[in-house]
């Protein structure tokens, strides 16, 4: 039973540690979407915002030299330079302003070490944006190409016209590098990923990380054409807006790039931010950590709970324990006890049994007796000799009659020392006196059988407070058990006082009681099994009422005795 419940106590926490561990990986992987989609967003956020700082940027440009043409139509073409100033100086960004005369030969422009006065488009074979913008009417942007000063320029070609005559193009020249160091260098904190920009065809207009891209296209020169990032940039460059992953191979690091497209007029770049995966996986772990030590908490908290209920059960079964084996004690005990008490009954039945076989033997020998007596009798004549047997016949009856009294006298008397109904007619008594009393009554029997009893009474008899039938009764009994059981030899009677109390000592030189038996002779019906016992009969109740008797003084009775030279039977009153 104690272990059943151990065994379901560990199956719960074990089930409860699992379904822990499992909400905290279902969890964990929610967590790990949810911040890369957080993660993702802020990316995209920021590279719109760079986006349309950029188109901003160039629409105002573009804005600045439509404005410019607009009112340009009477100004003499060298002399347009002077027009240019203060929108060079005022709207940063411009790297040279020049006007192209309407037979495609630039004129003047600012600043002047910038401008190749004199260079004619139609020799240089260099006349496709000024025709556009010429046949277009409007503005007409070029895609960035190398400046002879390096780095990347942009060329906006913006018509000038009077009414229908063709003045010739004002052309703008933006550095793409002014652009991308005001909106994407510092965009980003350092270490922390990079901004780039491509144009329409997939060149790199802009890399924060890799410098000698700038200029070239990506795939096929740095990357190749199948790889991770190839298929980004083809997205980019369907100027698409969106994020995704590519594995940087020099860096061996996963990327994760968020692009956005740069509309400016009928050109489309498009910019994006690079930030290693890293980035986001530190956020996670971060999450993770703190999920796993709820997780470490929550589990020592179920160990610490499912171990107390243990250690409960195991209390309570330890209790349980006890009480049992306290209980079991108990029942031994009154088993045993029943043993003991069943082992008294048993031996009360066999003292039953014997006391009815005793009592019948020693009711009916006396009758017998009588009644051979009594037959005797109504046989005799008058004759001499007759009657003598008669005085000898009514002798028998008499001693019988004595002898069945004594024997109903002395189970009452057993019987009202049982249930401690003895009474005793406690009056001052002479000691000495009531033990020759009681020698003297037996003298005759001692003389018949030839046992000479010597009295040593010494000093002046105490005075006590007793009964004086009932003390005699007990002298009688002791002289007569002594007279009985001795074959030859004498007994004696001593008393003196010791420690200032009587002592009476019984002794005569007869068989003996063996030692085992000293105390036993004191039970009622208690008689040593001899031969010279069953002889002499007897019914083993005169030494239990004598010692009832003594008690009942508040004296004491005990035997000595040597087996073959006779015993004593000391009371201390
Ligand atoms: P009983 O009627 O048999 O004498 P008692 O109670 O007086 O009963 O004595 C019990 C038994 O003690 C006797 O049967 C006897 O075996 C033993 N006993 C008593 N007195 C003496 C004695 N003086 N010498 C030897 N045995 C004795």
């Known amino acids: 039973m104690r272990d059943y419940k151990r065994f379901t106590t ?25 911040v890369q989609q957080q993660f993702n ?27 410019l043409a607009a009112g340009a139509t009477d100004a003499p073409p060298e002399g347009m330079a002077q027009s240019f100033i203060p929108i060079y100086y005022r709207s940063r960004g411009f790297f040279a302003i020049q006007f192209v005369n309407s037979t495609g030969v630039v004129v003047s422009g600012y600043p002047a070490e910038d401008t190749p006065v004199g260079f004619d488009l139609y020799a240089a074979n260099k006349n496709q944006a000024f025709d556009r913008a010429k ?17 990347l320029g942009s060329c906006v070609w913006v018509p000038v016209y009077d009414d229908n005559e063709f003045k010739g193009v004002i052309l703008a020249v933006i550095r793409v590098s002014a652009l991308s160091e005001r909106f994407l260098t510092d965009v980003m904190p350092e270490g922390h990923g990079y901004m780039y920009m491509i144009d329409h065809s997939g060149r790199s207009l802009y890399d924060g990380a890799h410098e000698e891209v700038i200029g070239k296209k990506y795939i096929g020169n740095f990357q190749a054409n199948n790889s991770s990032y190839a298929k980004i940039l083809r997205e980019q460059i369907q100027k698409k807006d969106g994020t995704g ?26 910019v994006a931010t690079s930030v290693p995966a890293s980035e986001t996986e530190a956020l996670i772990h971060s999450v993770y950590r703190k999920q796993i030590l709820f997780i470490a908490i929550v589990i020592a908290i179920i160990l610490a709970g499912s171990g107390s209920i243990v250690l409960l059960f195991s209390r309570w079964n330890k209790e349980l324990e006890c009480e049992v084996e306290k209980k079991t004690d108990d029942l031994r005990r009154s088993n045993m006890e029943l043993a003991s008490a069943n082992t008294g009954l048993l031996e009360l039945d066999r003292l039953k049994s014997e006391f009815v076989s005793m009592v019948s033997h020693e009711l009916k020998t006396p009758l017998t007796s009588m009644k051979i007596s009594t037959d005797v009798l109504k046989s005799l004549s008058g004759s001499e000799k007759d009657i003598r047997t008669r005085e000898e016949m009514l002798r028998i009856i008499d001693r019988n009659i004595e002898r069945q009294k004594r024997l109903v006298s002395d189970l009452l008397d057993i019987s009202r020392i ?24 037996m003298r005759k ?40 059981f001795t074959k030859e030899g004498e007994m004696r009677i001593w008393a003196r006082m010791v420690d200032g109390h009587p002592e009476i000592r019984v002794s005569d030189t007869g068989i003996g009681i063996p030692p085992d038996e000293l105390d036993l002779i004191f ?7 001899s031969g010279l016992t069953r002889e002499v009969g007897g019914t083993g109740l005169g030494l239990a009422i004598c010692k009832g008797i003594i008690d009942g003084h508040g004296g004491s009775i005990r035997a000595e005795s040597e087996v073959g030279r006779g015993s004593t039977f000391v009371i201390l009153l």
Do not use: C, M
């Open 418 to 441: 049982e249930t401690g109904n003895l009474k005793l007619s406690l009056e001052p008594v002479n000691l000495y006196d009531i033990i020759r009393e009681s020698v003297e009554s």
């Open 135 to 151: 046949d277009r009417r409007e503005a007409y942007i070029t895609d960035p190409t190398p400046l002879f000063e390096g780095g």
């Open 523 to 529: 039970d009622k019906f208690h008689q040593v099994d």
């Open 41 to 67: 967003a802020q990316q995209l956020l920021l590279t719109r915002q760079s986006a349309a700082g950029i188109e901003s940027f160039l629409e105002e440009k573009t804005v600045l030299i439509e404005v």
């Open 445 to 484: 029997i001692a003389e018949e059988v030839g046992i000479p009893i010597h009295l040593d009474l010494q000093g002046e008899s105490p005075r006590i407070t007793g009964d004086h039938d009932r003390l005699v009764q007990v002298f009688v009994n002791l002289i007569g058990n002594a007279l009985k």
């Open 10 to 34: 560990i199956v719960i926490a074990a089930l409860l540690i699992v379904a822990v561990a499992w909400v905290g990986h279902v969890t964990n992987q929610e967590v790990e979407t949810v």
């Open 245 to 270: 992953y590519y594995f940087d191979e020099i860096t061996g690091e996963r990327q994760i790039v968020a692009y956005t497209p740069v509309v400016w007029r009928d050109r489309v770049w498009s």
